[in-house]
């Protein structure tokens, strides 16, 4: 699909995370990991860099004692426009859809890992092991999405099983897809309301609107990988 | 007419002596065989535990997700480049001291570059799906993304095993011939069939120069190709201290320098274990050892010039890895520096040193764990040290990838041995050519032998 085609898309999914909101307490990643079947791990793994989490919090110190302030960026995929693990794989398993979604097809993945080398925001986690869920915690495995095997590499996909409902009802009602139709997990977790998702392709979308403050910045923006989120720069009180 | 007869006996000795390697194994042989078995047999296991448990009993993580691996991919690829590109090179240039070493060249080359495609399989998540590669029709309409380096990549590595296995069995043919006639039995039929009919007449001898010049001539630019298209696995990514234009040429002569470093390795062994030194003598050491001297002045201009402009530059991002590099893998770049620069640019321009076996063994084998050491700090201190610092890490291989990377060494050594064994190790043809245009003449009180050189 070429550029002028997704312009025309009906719909570009995208997100807005607003730093000043966002206090780091990681109640996002614990959704997430429950929406989308996402193995927890362990400690030990976790010191191994195995840990599975789709979205992180990256927590950042600036200044010196005693005046010391954490930054806190919640990093997940970007849905880059011109994503650099999509060329990169062999076998088509990373792939762009026609919303602007930066799909990965799980059945497909051999597991060469070289999408995970090329992404400059290290978003991708890889099934090192077969996963596993200790009880209860089975029970709670959402059916509408897979399970993921060992040697499979995966990411955020904006919750994409919640995408598809949206849209599948808001046809069934025969309307376009509206602002609250959709929310991810992270999204709807979020106490502080930091992270807003939406349609970028429609300029009434809150999304949209929020994406053009002045505050409005992309991570590594000078890569070019033209990413789907947008932050809104934190720490003002010191700035203005 | 006595004359004759004389020179009729020595070609019998000569043939006898080159295949030497083909009689009745010794116990010598069984047991470095079976040893070299033994080890391999230790390494599938280990990758038979990787296959059952997944890729986490390897020492990868993120951010490194590529290690040991492709560590060793790209290491046996560049060793693969020894046989070929020097025999090619050799041939077309018509260096007449080539002859001897022509046939263990060739043969490492088809060696060591089976042992390296065994690593991008390894190396595989779900390496049961290695089909997903290959271009099928299948109802799903899915195709491989020729887009991508690893693409190329299986393409190059393909095309390279088959190129030198015809490469080596072209060369082999009138040799192969020359065993049948000495075997019996079951034995006569087998070579019989590998000879092809080889008869050695001149017509037949006419086409196999010019099949053989043409090959040659043919597998340079594939040889060159190959090791630039593992260069681009890592120079078509956005990874800081991967994305450079010099990675290709950089590469390809690091390629050669192992591999030239690895051909006079096999050579100074072959000789000693066939007890070949009639035949591999100190002047073809000599030559090797100008050939690797100049390459080894190639590799380090690379380096240098990679490192000045990433120094001058000083992009903090890239410099960032250098630094990197320098903290947490400082004891392998002096070891690298020192095993491909400091030890061999100056021990090189010797020619006692370039003489002598001893000192050749350890340049060779020194220069190898100098560019196993290259490659390592390619593949992994840029993706340890990327964009985003929170995902900072370390890797250190395991167990289970130490394991299958000796395996590695010992699959190729008991390919070797078994080749050594059963097929003609010494070029026989080419070296009886080389006698053909050999005269002696008396000056004086010394005989000094010439060289017709062939038109």
């Known amino acids: 699909m070429n550029q002028a085609e997704s312009d025309n898309a009906a719909y570009h999914w995208g997100m807005v995370i607003d730093l000043d909101r966002c206090t780091g307490c990681g109640a996002c990643v614990v959704a997430c990991q429950a929406e989308n079947n996402v193995p927890t791990v362990g400690e030990t793994l976790c010191s191994q860099g195995r840990e599975m989490q789709w979205i992180r919090i990256e927590r950042y110190w600036e200044g010196q004692y005693p005046e010391v302030r954490a930054r806190f960026i919640p990093l997940l995929c970007q849905h880059c426009d011109n994503a650099p693990c999509e060329p990169v794989c062999p076998v088509y398993a990373s792939y762009h859809t026609s919303e602007g979604l930066n799909g990965q097809v799980y059945n497909r993945c051999v597991g060469t890992r070289y999408c995970a080398n090329n992404c400059p925001f290290s978003a991708r986690v890889f099934n090192f092991f077969e996963p596993e869920w200790p009880e209860p915690l089975n029970n709670q495995l959402s059916p509408d999405l897979t399970v993921r095997s060992k040697g499979v590499m995966e990411k955020c996909t904006f919750c994409i099983q919640r995408i598809r409902r949206g849209k599948e009802d808001a046809k069934l009602e025969g309307r376009p897809v509206r602002d609250e139709d959709i929310v991810p997990a992270c999204a709807q977790t979020c106490a502080p309301g930091a992270i807003v998702f939406g349609n970028m392709a429609d300029p009434e979308s809150r999304a949209f609107r929020l994406a053009r403050s002045k505050r409005r910045f992309r991570l590594l923006e000078d890569l070019g990988t033209e990413p789907s989120v947008i932050y809104l720069k934190g720490g003002g009180r010191e700035d203005d | ?455």
């Open chain 2, 1 to 455: 007419m006595t004359e004759r007869q004389e020179s009729k006996q020595s070609v019998k000795e000569m043939n006898a002596a080159m295949l030497s390697s083909m009689e009745a194994p010794s116990r010598g042989w069984l047991v470095l065989a079976a040893a070299l078995g033994a080890v391999v047999g230790w390494g599938a296991y280990a990758w038979g535990l990787q296959l059952v448990n997944g890729l986490g009993v390897a020492g990868i993580n993120r951010p490194v997700m590529w290690g040991f691996y492709i560590i060793n991919f790209v290491f046996w690829v560049g060793m693969s480049h020894s046989g070929t590109m020097v025999s090619a090179i050799l041939r077309l240039t018509n260096a007449n001291w080539r002859r001897p070493i022509l046939r263990g060249a060739e043969a490492m080359t088809v060696f060591t570059i089976t042992v390296a495609a065994m690593f991008p399989l390894i190396h595989l998540g779900r390496s049961w799906k290695l089909h997903y590669f290959i271009p099928f029709p299948n109802t799903l309409g899915l195709w491989p993304n020729f887009r991508s380096p690893l693409l190329w990549d299986i393409m190059a590595i393909n095309t390279y095993i088959i190129g030198s296995s015809l490469f080596l069995y072209l060369g082999m043919l009138p040799d192969l011939a020359v065993v049948r006639d000495r075997k019996q039995g079951l034995a006569k039929t087998i070579y019989s069939i590998l000879a092809m009919g080889w008869r050695g007449t001149a017509r037949e001898w006419r086409v196999y120069h010019k099949a053989s010049t043409l090959m040659a001539a043919l597998i340079i630019p594939v040889a060159v190709s190959v090791h630039s298209i593992v260069s681009w696995d890592f120079a078509m990514t956005l990874v800081p201290g991967w994305h450079s234009t010099i990675f290709a040429p950089y590469f390809v002569i690091g390629a050669i320098f192992s591999g030239i470093a690895a051909v006079v390795t096999l050579i100074l062994i072959l000789r000693r274990a066939f007890q070949l030194e009639e035949f591999l003598t100190p002047g073809h050491m000599d030559n090797m050892g100008k050939v690797l001297l100049v390459v080894s002045l190639l590799w380090s201009y690379f380096y240098f010039a990679e490192v000045l402009t990433t120094w001058y530059g000083h992009k903090p991002i890239e410099w960032a890895v250098f630094t990197f590099t320098g903290d947490a893998y400082g004891f392998l770049l002096g070891l690298m520096v020192v095993g491909n620069t400091c030890i061999t640019i100056p021990a090189l321009c010797f020619r006692r040193v370039r003489r002598s076996g001893p000192a050749m063994l350890f340049i060779s084998i020194f220069v190898n764990i100098g560019m196993f050491t290259e490659r390592f700090l390619i593949v992994v201190p840029p993706l340890a040290h990327r964009n985003v610092p929170f995902m900072w890490g370390t890797y250190a291989p395991t167990w289970v990838e130490l394991s299958i990377t000796a395996a590695a060494f010992a699959g190729f050594g008991l390919l070797y041995v078994l080749f050594s064994r059963f097929m003609p190790i010494v070029a026989i043809s080419d070296v009886h050519e080389g006698e053909a245009l050999r005269s002696h003449h008396r000056l004086g009180r010394r005989t000094v032998s010439t060289m017709t050189e062939e038109g």
